[in-house]
């Protein structure tokens, strides 16, 4: 069990802190104190044993860019042991209670009983299998009333399943959890007081691309279609911008009985009119820390203790959303790659050999790493062509203006409707 306890978890900054009923939001990933109350996304502690030992600094937080949570003089503290890249334990029966990241532990009603289904054998390397056809993930917003209906079948046989089943909606949703919310430790790489997280790193577009690709592969193969693609909510296009219809249509009720029900209903929780969402997406910036955490705040329910189930890393996976909202996060990864020859993957071992354990849709405990899944064609599927008008566009900058300020300057034009090159003998 973990060490740590309730009272030293009230003091913890939470995941996403409460979004105002207007489901308003300014994202960011500085998780240094400051007096703008916007929501923010805020990393479990990584110790163990809490002790708020900023000096233990895992030099994989640096080389993965989250120089930003510890103070520079803590650089020279850096251990050479520490350079191994993260690895989910071969047993994953060590695998503890994760409570970390969750402000409200009694009301946290999705459990911090994360682990997986315990397994007699340790995970074998994956091996990415032949396959014949590409699966095509296709835009949520375009699809066909067959394929929700298929979409469908696939996500109540997935509820059907005894819930101890690693295949399991439950099982699946708990996934997420054990991985971000301190249920693995650094075992493996003789750091048990380290735990995992996969997020604010270099770690979030390889992990939930095999989370994904396993519950793809586990719908399809419990609708015996293997050329099942997960659909993609297509946010960054103001045509898809909209909760997918998909999500909208009644569910087989949520397990355990008399929990929230997961899906986000924009037609009585959401203050925002569309022109309001469309105008929050677009000016999103980083793809983690801006838009796809914009995404979990806005489904999340403010008014569940831990905005639960999008707005907190320990429930999020327990809504059918999530996986909708990362098929388009992975999406843009690809599209990144597909844009410059110059955007390319990390190619540190570090990065590279970075690994998780997951069952896969027959039940093996396999081990997957990040080199093996930089392809995504190699993976076996592709992403339905989408426009993308953000392209064009430039983001605008969000400056507080004071009224001072205001009155000065009029009406702030738009960057697109400057006219470059901008002589300094005028206001733009
Ligand atoms: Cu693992 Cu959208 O978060």
């Given at each position: ?18 979004t105002s009923a207007t489901h308003r939001f ?114 949520a917003h375009?699809l066909?009333?067959?394929?929700i209906?298929?979409?469908q ?80 909510w297509n946010w960054?296009?103001p045509m898809g911008m909209m909760l997918p219809p998909m999500l909208e249509t009644p569910y087989?009720s949520p ?5 929230p029900n997961a899906k986000f209903n924009p037609g009585t929780e959401s203050g925002a009119n569309c022109v309001d969402q469309i105008r929050t997406n ?12 914009a995404m979990h705040i806005w489904v999340g329910n403010p008014r569940m203790?831990?905005n639960e189930d999008m707005g ?7 809504d059918p959303a999530f996986?909708v909202h ?103």
């Amino acid at each position: 069990m973990s060490t740590l306890s309730t009272t030293s978890l009230s003091s913890r900054p939470r995941l996403y802190s409460k979004t105002s009923a207007t489901h308003r939001f300014k994202v960011s990933c500085n998780s240094n104190s400051s007096t703008d109350d916007s929501p923010k996304l805020i990393l479990p502690m990584q110790n163990n044993n809490n002790n708020n030992n900023n000096n233990n600094v895992d030099r994989r937080n640096i080389l993965l860019g989250l120089g930003g949570l510890y103070g520079a003089a803590n650089l020279t503290n850096i251990g050479s042991a520490l350079a191994y890249p993260i690895t989910a334990p071969d047993n994953i029966s060590s695998c503890v209670a994760a409570t970390q990241g969750i402000t409200d532990l009694g009301n946290a009603v999705r459990g911090t009983a994360c682990c997986p289904p315990s397994s007699q054998t340790t995970p074998v390397p994956y091996v990415l299998p032949k396959f014949t056809q590409l699966r095509v993930r296709p835009a949520a917003h375009r699809l066909t009333p067959e394929y929700i209906k298929k979409y469908q079948e696939a996500i109540e046989a997935m509820k059907a399943l005894p819930e101890d089943d690693p295949r399991s909606w439950k099982q699946q949703g708990k996934i997420h959890c054990a991985y971000c919310n301190g249920g693995y430790s650094q075992e493996m790489n003789g750091h048990p007081e380290l735990k995992i997280q996969v997020h604010n790193s270099s770690l979030f577009f390889p992990f939930h691309r095999w989370y994904l690709y396993f519950y793809e592969r586990i719908l399809g193969s419990l609708i015996n279609d293997p050329t099942f693609g997960l659909p993609y909510w297509n946010w960054d296009n103001p045509m898809g911008m909209m909760l997918p219809p998909m999500l909208e249509t009644p569910y087989p009720s949520p397990t355990p009985p008399g929990q929230p029900n997961a899906k986000f209903n924009p037609g009585t929780e959401s203050g925002a009119n569309c022109v309001d969402q469309i105008r929050t997406n677009i000016l999103a910036g980083k793809v983690e820390s801006g838009v796809h955490t914009a995404m979990h705040i806005w489904v999340g329910n403010p008014r569940m203790a831990n905005n639960e189930d999008m707005g907190n890393f320990y429930s999020a996976g327990y809504d059918p959303a999530f996986y909708v909202h990362h098929s388009n996060v992975d999406r843009m990864w690809q599209i990144w790659k597909d844009l410059d020859i110059r955007n390319v993957d990390p190619s540190n071992n570090d990065w590279l050999n970075a690994s998780y354990v997951f069952y896969d849709e027959n039940k093996n405990l396999v081990r997957v790493y990040n080199k093996d899944c930089v392809d995504v064609n190699k993976m076996g599927y592709t992403y339905e062509p989408s426009r993308l008008p953000w392209l064009q566009s430039r983001p605008i900058a969000r400056v507080k203006a004071s009224k001072v300020a205001a009155k000065s300057v009029g009406v702030v034009k738009k960057v697109e409707e400057i006219k470059f090159p901008v002589k300094l003998d005028q206001i733009v």
